[in-house]
């Protein structure tokens, strides 16, 4: 576990066997893993969003499971798990309503859009894992974003709002 996003990290550097706030190392790896299922299903919505079949219900997923990986809130192990499996139902659904011409052959993808269940138990996906500290921090800095904005999004469904512009 390495977790450094937020104020309550030891002296400032944070945390590595469990969190200040709580937070198992077990459940900072299943986050990071949700995250990099996220990101396997954002690959294919882009896609589904060029054919026109992108659905609110993907979105609004996406914006709940990045809210789930935010600082104190939630670190129950069985829902992060239960999210990185509906995640991988929502990304194999979009996937399966592609025309064929849209997704190249499974040797071209990158590594997220051919993650599986049962391969993704042993990927090193946490942002740490990265060597280049260029890239590394990139990551960090966009998952962050990622993150705060998932969190506005996320109440804002909540109270019943959304941007009607980018309704699909």
Known sequence: MFCNQ???TFKSIGCTKNGVCGKKGEVAD???K?????????FYNLKARAAGLNEEATDRFILDGYFATL???NFDK???ELFI???FEFRDKIKAKLPLGMIA???????VATVTPEKIGSLDVAIHSTANEDIRSLRELLTYGMKGMSAYAHHAYVLGYKDKQFQS
Do not use: F, M, R
Not at 34 to 42: E, G, H, P, T
Not at 105 to 111: G, Q, R, S, V
């Open 85 to 87: 499996k509906k995640g």
């Open 30 to 32: 299943l986050q990071d």
């Open 71 to 73: 600082t104190n809130t």
């Open 34 to 42: 949700l995250i990099y299922v996220l990101k396997s299903i954002a």
């Open 6 to 8: 937020c104020q309550e």
């Open 105 to 111: 052959a499974e040797k071209d993808l990158p590594t």
């Open 78 to 80: 069985k829902e992060i």
